[in-house]
């Protein structure tokens, strides 16, 4: 490990919503940066701006602050390096863009697009790798600098070295690495309309922040290669790299935007919690040492560490994500958790629960045990709890039919007392009356008190329910059940 204070970077582009790949990406280097006691650092990188856009920035800074993953230093919070947005920094770009093409490392290229399109179809047709050859790297510069004054556009081409033929480094996930200097062909590093592009940025922002290291994913790895060649030619030692594997879907493939569960936005409107999301991604692609799978935030600094990082591909599995979004839901208090749920039940305004503020006391554990994703916990709610609607479902018939249920379920209706609700003291003294009175014992029973509560048989356990549903709610469903019952 390199003996420089750690600082790490997250350097998203503005240029859609954050897919988990990236939030993976980000959580690795926070959590390195916080096990080392290090800074971690949020840097936006806009310069292609045909496709940067403000709202996606906004939605991206909001995604993570939301999972918890909170910078050091970045573009709403300052710090000793700013500016952390890219677009804001152009002039240091250019003035070494300048010194690069001063020094006969960097070249202006007046290849128009109809050039390289030409190139690219020889290339096509002669079934060769397409790289762009300029016939301005060896221009003199007083010669392109009088193009440019009669008006021509040019971008700023990098010169890749002559007679280097590979370069090798030591990634902190794969080991040695080396890659070959002809996988790219001289690189714009500055556009025709003045402005830099990614690699270029990245390498002046990484060294103008002392960047200790970077993790991102393995399919930077072309862009390593340029950026290692900028280095060398600036004359700064790079960061240590570290790349990660990517993500493969169920069939094993790219996990592509489109995949409905691709971005941190698809999650969370799923109703999957920061917690789990952070634990799932940390466990995909890093293993805990003891193997233990259910980790907090806290855990997973402090056991984080880059060398049980593996390279192979990691496949996403959204029930494991589900588990474990269970998991960490179950861990909640209850009113954490109904605060996830009360916004998504106000949100219908044909439901109507219990008036009482304290109602939530009563009704969260009696769905807990049954949901793994927010959205679960609010369906049952909506179904079970909703003081307005009753429905009797068509599995509930059969158990409607049974030869005591009505006799089970009108009983329990004479005998509810009148308070506000049953306490279970007074049902365990109901339920051995409807025993005696009946003699039905176990599903005979409980699954027609079932029906007359929630209107199915299946469900929460009974003793939850009835904390759950004022009793005024209760007689008049047990009414309608026997309603039913006669009915049909
Ligand atoms: N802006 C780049 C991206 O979003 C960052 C890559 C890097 O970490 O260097 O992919």
Wanted: proline share 5%; glycine share 4%; charged share 25%.
């Amino acid at each position: 490990m390199s003996t420089k204070p750690v600082r790490v970077r997250f350097a998203p582009s503005p240029t859609g919503s954050m897919h988990v790949g990236g939030v993976r990406t980000a959580l690795y280097n926070y959590l390195f940066a916080k096990h080392h006691c290090g800074q971690f650092i949020l840097r936006v990188e806009d310069t292609d701006v045909a496709r940067s856009t403000e709202s996606a920035q906004l939605e991206q800074l909001e995604d993570l602050k939301w999972l918890g993953l909170q910078w050091d230093e970045g573009p709403d919070v300052g710090g000793p390096n700013a500016p952390y947005q890219q677009s804001k920094r152009l002039d240091d770009y250019k003035k070494i863009a300048m010194k690069l093409v001063d020094e006969g490392k960097a070249y202006y290229c007046f290849l128009t697009d109809e050039q390289m399109e030409a190139q690219r179809l020889d290339a096509e047709k002669n079934n060769t790798p397409y790289q762009v050859i300029s016939p301005h790297r060896e221009l003199s510069l007083d010669e392109a600098k009088k193009r440019i004054a009669n008006g021509e556009l040019a971008t700023i081409r990098f010169k890749v070295p002559d007679g280097k033929e590979q370069y090798t480094f030591e990634d902190a996930v794969r080991s040695e690495i080396t890659l070959p200097s002809h996988m790219v062909g001289d690189f714009v590093i500055m556009r025709s309309d003045g402005m830099p592009v990614y690699n270029f940025c990245c390498v002046i922002d990484d060294h103008a922040m002392e960047i200790s290291h970077v993790f991102r994913g393995e399919e930077h790895l072309p862009n390593t290669l340029r950026q290692l060649m900028l280095y060398e030619a600036l004359g700064w030692e790079p960061p240590i790299f570290g790349h990660l594997s990517i993500i493969l879907d169920e069939a094993k493939k790219k996990l592509s935007k489109r995949h409905d569960a691709a971005s941190c936005a698809d999650l969370k409107k799923a109703g999957y919690v920061p917690e789990a999301i952070l634990n799932y991604l940390a466990l995909l692609g890093w293993s805990h040492p003891r193997g233990e799978e259910i980790l907090t935030l806290s855990d997973m600094i402090e056991t984080f560490s880059i060398d049980r990082v593996h390279a192979s591909a990691a496949v996403f599995d959204i029930a494991k994500l589900r588990w474990l979004n269970g998991q960490h839901v179950r861990h909640m208090d209850e009113k954490t958790l109904w605060q996830l749920c009360e916004p998504l039940l106000s949100e219908d305004k044909s439901l109507h629960f219990p008036n009482d503020p304290d109602w939530y006391k009563r009704v969260m554990p009696a769905v807990l045990s049954e949901f793994y994703t927010i959205n679960d916990g609010v369906d049952f709610i909506k179904k079970w709890f909703d003081v307005s609607h009753f429905h009797i479902e068509k599995e509930s018939q059969d158990v409607l039919s049974l030869e005591h249920a009505s006799d089970v379920i009108r009983l329990w209706l004479e005998e509810l007392p009148s308070d506000n609700y049953l306490d279970d003291e007074k049902y365990q003294q109901l339920v051995k009356q409807i025993k005696d009175k009946v003699k039905v014992k176990g599903k005979a029973l409980f699954a027609p008190l079932r029906v007359a509560m929630i209107g199915t048989p299946d469900g929460p356990d009974l003793t939850l329910l009835i904390h759950a549903l004022p009793i005024a709610v209760l007689k008049e469903r047990a009414q309608q059940c026997l309603e039913h019952a006669e009915s049909h």
